[in-house]
C-alpha cells in the first residue's frame, strides 16, 4: 500500500476524532504543502514519489528544529519536535540499509553498465524512489565505481 492523498485526508479525519492534536498538526500541515504543490504543478493528482517528497522535506525541517531546540537546551520543545518527527516517520517508506543500498547500487552497474555518477543515482531513483539516503547513496555510489 502506498502513500496517497486520500490516506492523508482520512487519517486526518481519524486523528481529529480522536483528538490526537500532534497527528492533526503534522497531517494539516502536509495537505497544507500537497495543496500548494498542486497549484504550483497545476496537477489535480500527486504520485506517491510527490507525497514522499513532500513528507521527507517535513521531516528533514523538523529534524533539523530539533536539532537546534536540542543544542539550546530546549527540553519542551525537544520532546515536541520529536513526536511531530515519529508522526512523519510512519508516512515515510521502509529506509534501505546501507548493505542493501550496497547490493542495489551493485545490481544497478551490473544490468546498465552505467560509469557515471548520475546515471546510477538517476536509475536508483528510478527503483527505490525515497526508500534511501541521499548522502549515504552517493557515497556508496562513488566507491563502486571507484572501485
Known sequence: MGLSEQQLRDDLKDSMR???????GVLRGILAAV???LIETRSDELGEQDLVAIVKREAKQCGETLGFARKAGRDEQVSEHEAVLAVLEQYLPRQLGEEELRAAVAGIIAETGAEAMGAVMKELSA???GAYDGKLASKVVREALAG
Open 35 to 37: 495543496k500548494n504543490k
Open 127 to 129: 527503483r527505490h524512489g
Open 18 to 24: 480522536a483528538r490526537d492534536a500532534v497527528r492533526t
